[in-house]
């Protein structure tokens, strides 16, 4: 069943690439990388990742960087929408995804207990003070439901989608949706023992791709239905219009090498939109850069809509931000559809003949009503986006 038409009035993303919507699409427009060495915490691995390198001292939160890095998009979302930091006489819900979520940052709390049996209790404070649905819900008094998606790597696409039906089944009038992640000395190591990182920046759907990079941040949409958004004189020419999700439950790790769940995915969005695969002018592909995920990926894109689709990934500008890729990924994807241009798919080169598909390599125009998002996470979960632009009959 087709959607109703759900508003996005407000949106907010931070990363490496810009600690906001404005300075990351200027990072994206001229390609600039901002990769480094880790600096905000300790490790003997030296491979590059994309930090945020600043958060406003109001919205830092010691040992809590993910609940940092949301706040952060929330407020840019809240106020691009026009709503205050109360939001108690609204029915706003909350849903973010997230996969560390301020949840792994106690190591200490544990070297100390398992060396003396006993350790201050602040980790333990934090830990169960980092939920970020939670936090935000309270912090901005949304008393509508609230919910933390950790669906792996498609966490912020799975919460978003979520967001998408309360308002369609009337849960609450506004939702903010997204994600966010922040960089944790277990996950590099997670991701490094699995053999998945590159020592060299990332390079989606190139022949020579090594691995993906981690990073961080966060990304947020405020959605809204129209009778919400009429009521507070709001208008907005962007809309979240489907959301399809499909787990391979094929491997902990590996995508299912035919793109099954992936293709159901993208199916389910594009039905819940009532569109055909013709109908969208571009692809902001989840291209992580590994051999697997860009080897399949590129594969049903081929399938789904031809050669001559215009796709890239964003991950070269923001790392691999785990439960909050969707989120930012989201937030750049209805952008670009509203400024009507994408980013060169960063770190591409040279064409993968296996794949019979290639990312755009400049900055290229784009001229269409729809885009579509994708997602693909551990576990074999697949989550798939499409955002519109203008009014929607």
């Known amino acids: 069943m087709k959607n109703n038409n759900v508003l996005i009035t407000g949106m907010g993303v931070v990363s490496a690439a810009g600690s906001n919507l404005t300075e990351a699409l200027a990072s994206l427009k001229v390609e600039k990388r901002n990769a480094g060495s880790v600096s905000i915490f300790e490790t003997p691995l030296k491979y590059p990742v994309f930090e945020v390198k600043k958060i406003p001292k109001e919205f830092d939160l010691a040992g809590r960087r993910t609940i940092s890095l949301a706040l952060c998009a929330v407020n840019e979302a809240l106020f691009m929408a ?18 560390v979520g301020s949840q792994l940052n106690g190591r200490k709390f544990y070297e100390s207990y398992r060396l003396s049996g006993s350790a201050p209790m602040l980790a333990v404070d934090r830990y169960l003070k980092g939920n970020p649905a939670e936090f935000i ?14 669906n792996a790597c498609s966490s912020a696409s799975d919460a978003i ?7 369609n089944n009337g849960l609450c009038d506004i939702a903010i949706a997204g994600g966010a992640d922040e960089l944790s000395r277990i996950s590099l190591s997670g991701f490094g023992s699995l053999g998945i990182i590159s020592s060299d920046l990332c390079a989606p759907f190139d022949a020579n791709r090594k691995g993906l990079n981690l990073g961080e941040g966060a990304g947020v949409l405020i959605l809204e239905s129209e009778s919400s958004a009429a009521k507070r004189g709001k208008s907005s020419d962007l809309y979240l219009t489907g959301y399809g999700s499909a787990s391979d439950a094929y491997h902990l790790t590996a995508p299912r090498p035919d793109g099954l769940g992936l293709e159901l995915s993208i199916k389910k969005a594009l039905m819940d939109s009532g569109i055909k ?11 992580t850069g590994t051999l697997d995920n860009d080897k399949v990926e590129g594969a049903v894109l081929q399938n789904l809509f031809g050669k001559r689709i215009k796709f890239l990934s964003t991950k070269g500008f923001t790392g691999h931000t785990l439960g909050a890729a969707g989120g930012i990924e989201a937030v750049f994807t209805a952008a670009a559809l509203k400024k009507g ?14 794949l019979g598909i290639a990312p755009v390599r400049e900055k290229t125009k784009i001229n269409g009503k729809y885009a579509l998002s994708t997602s693909l996470a551990f576990g074999g979960n697949n989550a798939a986006l499409v955002f519109a632009k203008s009014v929607i009959s």
């Open 82 to 99: 026009g709503l205050a930091s109360d939001l108690s006489k609204l029915r706003v819900g909350v849903c973010l995804g997230t996969t």
């Open 137 to 150: 819900s309270r912090k901005f008094k949304a008393h509508s439901p609230y919910m933390t998606v950790v």
């Open 161 to 167: 989608g979520a967001a998408l039906s309360w308002i």
């Open 341 to 354: 241009w994408i980013p060169a798919s960063a770190g591409f080169m040279n064409a993968d003949k296996s």
């Open 277 to 287: 695969t013709y109908d969208i002018c571009f692809v902001n592909a989840h291209g």
